[in-house]
């Protein structure tokens, strides 16, 4: 195993004032010393590990929880596995890094994962089976497949997913450590799932579509935030809910112009087959909200708006209830996973007219037109009963690089999860 210390002195000797790393023999020293010390400490990580390093031993005292997993995200590899020794010895510290790494690596995974071998009901299956690793017998699941989708009333998710030979899934995850089937549901989370994304009619270009099996990227962060929490002892009960679907062209998939009657009585035009993400997850707030819970949070790589908005080192948040807006900003800066909101009101809800149905599912505009991600939040909050519960609704733009950069690997970054996972707690 590779040494690495910290200090926050300037690197000496021939690496030269400025330098981020400097060596010995078996070691590495991190020269943190900046405005920004954990983005630096994370760019170490990726440097070391870009070198070749697969394993390390972080030594001294002033690597504090916050710094070891800053150099993780960086250390981390995308297709490689590493090693890492962390250098807490405080149990209740180890055991935190632990499951966060466990939660972490599992999310990346998914992600990471090709669309042939990660498709919905793959999806379903490795949610659960990752959950009942965590939770065992707390853990109770329900899958809702192809054509029992359109049966029970969840047309978002099965139009969106109907033109794949490989079937739609609704998976809904019941945690309940009460042990009492008749406690209240506390807070329910959903995500979008869609495995892979072409478009649909709506064709994405190649340089759009090669990185599409990254679209259920929501799905595996609420999973992975729900896990998070109960490693770290959540007692109350919570609802997951998947909504997965791969979005493929075929003779019988979904069209423009199509209108679709949702179980709430809110009818869609289709304008856009690539805006399908909000359908599919429609039906899941509609599922949320029918539990009863008072608390909803929802996942999604929803929109490229957002991304023009905060760029790819914040996730963007939303929603109609102010101070849980802020709390969740609070916490996204405790666990370093940085979230801003932008704006969200229900007069929002009127920025995708339709002549044919209660609204459309975006606009004709490249990406949805100006605003395209609050647009897109007020499409999801007609699916809500925002009267009972509290909704947020983050738009994953952190969650996946398209290549590697200076701090992270290519593809899923995991950020989002323990932010998530704090709500929940």
Known sequence: MLNVYLSNEEANGPWGLNSLLSYESDSATVHYRSDFPLRRIQQA????????????????????????????CGFAATMVRVDIQWA?????????????????????????ATPEDMYPQKLAQEAVSFLKNIAGDKIHAEEIVGEELLADGWIGIHNVGRGSARPPVMLTVDY???????????ACLVGKGITFDSGGYSLKPSA?????KCDMGGAATVTAALGYAI????????????????????????KLGDVLSYKNGVTVEIVNTDAEGRLVLADGLIAASETGAPLIIDAATLTGAAMVAVGSDYNAIFGLDKPLLQQAQQLSELVNEPAWPLPLEKWHQEYCPSPYADTANSRVQKGGGMGGASNAAAFLSRFVDTENSRWIHFDLAA?????????????????GLANIAGLLL
């Open 176 to 186: 309940n450590p009460t042990g009492d089937p008749k406690a209240p549901v506390s």
């Open 399 to 415: 969650s996946f690089r398209d290549g590697a950069d200076p701090r992270w690997a290519a593809g899923a970054t995991g950020l």
């Open 208 to 212: 759009g579509m090669v990185t599409m």
């Open 45 to 72: 990580g990726r440097q070391i590990q870009s070198q070749g390093a697969l394993a390390v031993r972080l030594v001294g005292e002033d690597w504090n929880y916050e710094r070891q997993w800053a150099f993780y």
């Open 231 to 254: 490693e770290q002892g959540l007692s109350q009960r919570v609802k997951l809910i998947l909504c997965c679907a791969e979005n493929l062209v075929s003779g019988n998939a979904y």
């Open 88 to 112: 807490s010895i405080d149990e209740d510290e180890l055991e935190l890094l632990n499951a966060r790494r466990q939660c972490s690596d599992w999310l990346r995974s998914m992600v990471n």
